[in-house]
């Protein structure tokens, strides 16, 4: 059974960092995507970044370019997604996922989720 962990999120003011991170079990993760996506509160959930297990050519939304950084250890069967230069609207529950059956951005086609780790932005 596959099973994700996030961990890492907390309370930070605008401008800080935060790194979450993700740990896999019940399956090793070199052969699949891996990707990252947030949900605020009365929102759908949104893409942030995705990276590839072919390569380590990440992918990412607007919002993320610049500030974020997704990366894998395969080997530690990890990912991670360094955040920066917070501000409140990045505040959320963020979910890393892995396999996914269609389009990166779309969150339906992802099959294992993780339970979200909530990140808060203060003002």
């Known amino acids: 059974q596959v099973q994700l962990a996030e961990s890492g999120g907390g309370l930070v003011q605008t401008g800080g960092s935060l790194t979450l991170s993700c740990a896999f079990s019940?399956?090793?993760?070199?052969?699949?995507?891996l990707a990252w996506f947030r949900q605020a509160p009365g929102k759908g959930r949104e893409f942030v970044a995705v990276?590839?297990?072919?390569?380590?050519?990440?992918t990412y939304s607007d919002f993320a370019k610049g500030r974020f950084t997704i990366a894998r250890n395969n080997a530690e069967n990890t990912a991670s997604l360094r955040l920066s230069s917070l501000n409140p609207e990045d505040t959320a529950v963020y979910y890393c996922?892995?396999?996914?059956?269609?389009?990166?951005?779309?969150?339906?086609?992802?099959?294992?989720w993780g339970q979200g780790t909530q990140v808060t932005v203060s003002a």
């Open positions: 990276i590839p297990w072919t390569t380590s050519v990440a």
């Open positions: 019940g399956r090793s993760v070199d052969s699949y995507s």
């Open positions: 996922t892995m396999y996914s059956l269609g389009p990166a951005d779309s969150a339906k086609d992802w099959r294992y």
